[in-house]
């Protein structure tokens, strides 16, 4: 959504600068402006504030081009409370009953399978597979307390598992083969909901630290932004200064404030047009994409070099929608999921993808955005990894023709017409995201988070410590990747601030 711009910069206390305006960059303005800090602003590298939370029309409705879900909303998780508040949540979400379900991350819908000959697959073989891949799944978060294997991974272990188990199945070879396809899709659900090309590079020992609230996943009637801007509306409407996206952040320095009257300030920020902006405390929200390819120049003094190793070991991958609108559904209206099953894929198998010929390979396949009075005939599929990226690529004609081939194929219908309208997702090509969120990948550990949320300069003994702090969803050690991970970072990075206000000389300070 779009802000004007100006500068809110006025007022006593400490000068707070925050860096990106998704939700843990306003999460945490609101936390400082709540405690009475008026010296405070936001600066946005692109023309709209809200980041990887982005809503907006297609078809009859409105469509997420980032966050979809609030993934275990229950009273532990700050989103779901304060969506509540704002009353952003139909009645559904907000039963105790729902709140209660436990998903363990994987919320199941009434689901069509059909696989590469054109078949319905039979969903209790679906059922069966998903529990025994359920069971897998869940001793794969064991592994915490145990001794920490740096270079074990999930994938790994998952198909170690699968192997173990597939000994034991009986019946002919055809129906081995049909379940290991079926393994072999979950295996993509998995890397969609990891935001990573392969579950091989994701960590074991750490993969537990994820924590999973209660709650069935539910979504915003008036879209997920509509959070955004309830959340913005509690703040100054010149706060946020968008279009100024930060090149350098100049740390350990006595910079001249902007007027003759102001004392001098640790810390300066340059933009990329030049413009610079003095600051005590800057609040870095930058996803962990950009930060990746950033890291050698956007502290001055540079990062130091532990913080860049655990910057570079921390995986950040690409998961990705293409949003379909049909003129008339092919589906049955009791149909919410529609799962592609590959038939000669196994997960015990590498191939070598050719990107060309073969990303669409990757789909998982699509849900159907309901009820279809408010979104119209639309389908929503999900693609993560290498295939993701390249699908970036092309064009939305190639899409098209793609996937309309795919789902005759699937279905055995040759008859199903091309959609009539066609969104995808590019967080890849995105500069200031490149990807779509953080997962522990295979060589790091929980604690790579924390010295990635670790404020600069570090240690205590400095006279002006808090100068560079980090926050954003890949700084939070048990909700990375999520909108409640990022918000909480926000408000630990406020709180920081506050205590050290607090601690130099109380609240009249801010
Ligand atoms: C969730 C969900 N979800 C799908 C897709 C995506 C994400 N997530 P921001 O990026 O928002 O803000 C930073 C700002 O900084 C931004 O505005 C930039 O423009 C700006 N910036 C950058 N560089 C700058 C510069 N130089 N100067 C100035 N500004 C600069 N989360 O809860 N539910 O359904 C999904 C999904 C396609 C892309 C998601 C979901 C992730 C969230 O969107 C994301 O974490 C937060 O919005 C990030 O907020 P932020 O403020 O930190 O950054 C076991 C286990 C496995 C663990 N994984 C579990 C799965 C959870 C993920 N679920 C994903 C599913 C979907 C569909």
Redesign the pocket.
């Known amino acids: 959504m779009a802000v004007p711009s100006g500068s809110s910069f006025s007022g006593p206390g400490p000068k707070v600068l925050i860096?990106?305006?998704?939700?843990?960059?306003?999460?945490a303005a609101q936390r400082l402006y709540q405690h009475g800090c008026r010296n405070l602003q936001i600066?946005?590298?692109?023309g709209?504030?809200?980041?990887?939370?982005r809503t907006t029309r297609f078809a009859k409705g409105l469509v997420?081009?980032?966050?979809?879900?609030?993934?275990g909303p229950s009273k532990e998780n700050p989103?779901f409370q304060l969506s509540s508040q704002y009353d952003l949540l139909d009645e559904k979400a907000l039963s105790e009953e729902n709140q209660q379900v436990e998903v363990g991350?994987h919320p199941t819908y009434p689901f069509t399978s059909y696989s590469s000959s054109g078949k319905t697959v039979d969903p209790e073989l679906v059922n069966s597979i998903t529990d025994l891949y359920g069971t897998i799944l869940d001793q794969t978060?064991d592994f915490i307390n145990k001794d920490f294997d740096y270079a074990a991974s999930v994938g790994a272990y998952i198909k170690k598992d699968i192997a173990h188990h597939a000994q034991e199945w009986t019946g002919d070879e055809a129906s081995k083969k049909l379940k290991m396809a079926i393994l072999n899709t979950l295996l993509k659900l998995e890397c969609?909901?990891?935001?990573t090309h392969s579950m091989d590079l994701v960590g074991l020992s750490p993969?537990g630290e994820?924590k999973?609230l209660p709650g069935l996943?539910c979504m915003f009637p008036g879209g997920y932004e509509s959070l955004i801007e309830h959340m913005l509306k509690s703040l100054p409407k010149d706060i946020v200064l968008l279009e100024?996206?930060?090149?350098t952040i100049h740390w350990k320095g006595c910079f001249r404030g902007q007027t003759p009257q102001e004392q001098t300030f640790p810390v300066q920020v340059e933009?990329?047009n030049g413009e610079t902006f003095t600051a005590d405390h800057v609040i870095v929200?930058?996803?962990l994409g950009?930060l990746k390819e950033?890291c050698n120049t956007?502290l001055h003094p540079p990062l130091p070099s532990n913080k860049i190793q655990a910057i570079r070991k921390m995986g950040f991958g690409t998961?990705?929608?293409i949003i379909l609108e049909f003129e008339k559904p092919f589906w049955k209206p009791d149909c919410h999921l529609i799962n592609l099953i590959w038939e000669d894929e196994s997960p015990l198998v590498e191939v070598r993808p050719d990107l060309q010929k073969d990303w669409f390979k990757k789909l998982i396949g699509f849900i159907v955005l309901e009820p279809p009075e408010q979104y119209g005939h639309v389908l929503c599929g999900?693609l993560a990894g290498n295939e993701s990226e390249f699908m970036e690529t092309l064009t939305d004609a190639e899409v098209v023709t793609s996937l309309t081939e795919v789902l005759r194929r699937f279905t055995g219908n040759p008859n199903i017409p091309p959609p009539i309208n066609i969104l995808r997702?590019k967080?890849h090509s995105n500069v200031?995201?490149k990807g779509?969120?953080s997962?522990v990948a295979v060589g790091c550990s929980g604690e790579d988070i924390d010295t990635i949320a670790e404020p600069l300069p570090e240690g205590t003994a400095e006279s002006k410590p808090l100068q560079v702090l980090f926050?954003?969803?890949?700084t939070h050690r048990s909700f990375?990747?999520?909108?409640?991970?990022?918000l909480l970072?926000?408000w630990r990075e406020a709180e920081r601030i506050i205590c050290l206000q607090d601690a130099q000389g109380g609240k009249a300070h801010l």
Request: some cysteine; overall charge positive.
């Open positions: 860096v990106g305006s998704g939700i843990a960059g306003i999460g600066l946005e590298a692109t709209r504030c809200g980041g990887r939370i997420e081009i980032g966050a979809q879900w609030i993934h989103v991350g978060r969609c909901i990891s935001g993969f994820y999973m996943d100024k996206p930060v090149k933009c990329e929200t930058v996803p950009y950033h956007f998961n990705n929608k999900f997702t967080w200031y995201t779509s969120y997962y926050a954003g969803e890949a990375y990747s999520t909108t409640h991970g990022a970072s926000g």
